[in-house]
């Protein structure tokens, strides 16, 4: 299993934080906000990880993390340049050639977990075929991409609904065989011209090969809004010593 950390995209929801700088590079409580899914992916046992960035910042990344050995990582970090905020499958889609035969975690660089993700990304590798997803109960859906069980399976993912039928959001960490990028060159722009996440996950939800997990732990989107950005450095303060 490789890990692909995805840090692109513009921020505006945290204007004006993110004028002068990628949003990944804001403080969570005491860490740079990619810290913590760096950590996650790392925690769950992934060895080879491609950050994707773009913008005016992607230097700072290299500065800021380096080849990734302060992590533990054993195999240096790789980086891509995702050259148009286009979308987070479209960034998924500048690791084809890093992930090569291998089955991918693909993080969003602003999802704060609290607890490992290492049992799923042992089964997914175990049995790495289609895609699996992970849900966690929010209170305000209409900010994620959101999913309806019928008869404990996953019916229809609908991203930011206006109306939402759930309360289950869809976290940003997916697990893909290595067939997701063939599934990528088949996405249309969405109406805000991006290539969306859910759209990868709905086709595999057709295809009937998208599986799920509830998430047990602590998950944050410390991207989605400031308040939301304080709540989890709230949260992350009272988690205690860490060792990076
Ligand atoms: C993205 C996904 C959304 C998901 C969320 C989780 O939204 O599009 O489906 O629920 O991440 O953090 P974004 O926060 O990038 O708008």
């Not at 299993?1 to 505006?12: D, E, V």
């Not at 939402?164 to 722009?189: C, D, H, M, N, Q």
């Amino acid at each position: 299993m490789k890990g692909i950390l995805l840090c692109g995209g513009s921020g505006t929801r945290l204007h004006p934080l993110t004028k002068v700088t990628n949003k990944h590079l804001l403080p969570v409580y005491d860490r740079p906000m990619v810290y913590y899914p760096l950590q996650t992916l790392v925690q769950a046992g992934i060895e080879e990880i491609m950050l994707v960035t773009g913008g005016n910042h992607a230097g700072e990344f290299l500065r800021l993390l380096g080849t990734g050995a302060e992590f533990g990582l054993k195999k240096p970090l790789s980086y891509a340049y995702q050259e148009e905020a286009l979308g987070i499958a479209h960034a998924l889609s500048l690791a084809e050639d890093f992930a090569g035969e291998s089955p991918v975690c693909v993080i969003l660089g602003d999802n704060i977990l609290g607890s490992s993700i290492a049992d799923a990304v042992a089964e997914f590798t175990a049995d790495p075929r289609g895609a699996m997803v992970f849900l966690k109960e929010v209170d305000n859906p209409s900010e994620y991409g959101i999913a309806t069980l019928k008869d404990g399976e996953i019916i229809e993912i609908v991203e930011k609904p206006r109306k939402p039928k759930s309360y289950l959001a869809v976290i940003g960490v997916y697990l893909y065989e290595p067939a997701v990028f063939e599934v990528v060159k088949t996405l249309e722009p969405s109406a805000r011209g991006e290539l969306e996440i859910t759209d990868v996950s709905n086709h595999y939800l057709r295809q009937g090969k998208l599986k799920y997990k509830l998430y047990e732990g602590y998950w944050g989107d410390a991207g989605e809004s400031i308040s939301a950005l304080l709540a989890v450095s709230n949260e992350v303060a009272g988690w205690g010593r860490r060792e990076i």
